[in-house]
């Protein structure tokens, strides 16, 4: 049981590049969440899922999409990458919508130069 | 403006003596309250919740503590251990099942 996981653990981009950050998890929760991490600012909401076919804005969406592939997978794409866009990126999955503890992966370590 | 503040950025104790950590909100519509730990390189892992309807819970060694008249949230944590030495976020459940979280404590317990 590998809980959430995601890939990869770490990457650098060009400014104007894009690429997709792939995370799954195998609790078969129904909703998932994709935040960022930056210094003092704690963890912000981008996108999240509530449920397989659904998908929502966060607090700061802007220069992200999102794809819930099937129940298991939710993707974040940077389509033009910024350096502002440098920062770590939890994927979290939780059973909701009563189950409020999120189960968080590793990260992804992106820095956009 | 910033609906959970974590006034602290950080936090020294010795081993073996409680550790309180703070956090103050805004938003009065706050249901359920948590707290998550998250060691270096690795994702946040939940600690400990709390509903609204209570003023307090233990798990352990870690207690919370609500004060929905104040808007105030702590985690106590006794006695410190040098493994509790981590980044401390507390996070409360706005609509739907999402989730605030403050900007972080950083815990280190020195031995």
């Known amino acids: 049981n590998a809980g959430v996981t995601q890939t990869p653990k770490f990457q650098v981009l060009k400014t104007g590049q894009s690429m997709t950050l792939q995370c799954a998890q195998d609790?078969?929760?129904?909703?998932m969440y994709w935040y960022r991490q930056d210094p003092g600012m704690g963890l912000r909401l981008i996108y999240y899922s509530a449920s397989e076919g659904t998908t929502d804005k966060g607090e700061v969406p802007n220069g992200y999409n999102v794809s819930r592939l099937n129940k298991r997978e939710f993707s974040l794409r940077l389509e033009s990458a910024a350096p502002s866009q440098t920062s770590v990126y939890f994927c979290?999955?939780?059973?909701?919508?009563?189950?409020?503890?999120?189960?968080f992966g590793p990260g992804t370590r992106l820095t956009v130069t | 403006d910033q609906q959970v503040k974590q006034n602290s950025p950080s936090l020294s104790v010795q081993e073996g003596r409680i550790s309180i950590l703070n956090c103050d909100y805004t938003n009065s519509m706050f249901d359920y309250f948590l707290w998550y730990k998250k060691y270096p390189a690795e994702g946040p892992t939940f600690l400990i919740s709390i509903s609204s309807i209570k003023d307090k819970n233990e798990d352990g060694r870690f207690t919370v503590f609500l004060n929905k008249s104040a808007k105030h949230l702590s985690l106590h944590i006794v006695p410190s251990q040098p493994g509790d030495s981590a980044v401390y976020f507390c996070a409360f459940q706005e609509y739907g099942n999402k989730l605030v979280f403050g900007a972080g404590t950083i815990l280190r317990v020195k031995s």
């Open positions: 609790m078969n929760h129904n909703s």
């Open positions: 979290a999955s939780s059973d909701g919508p009563q189950g409020y503890e999120q189960y």
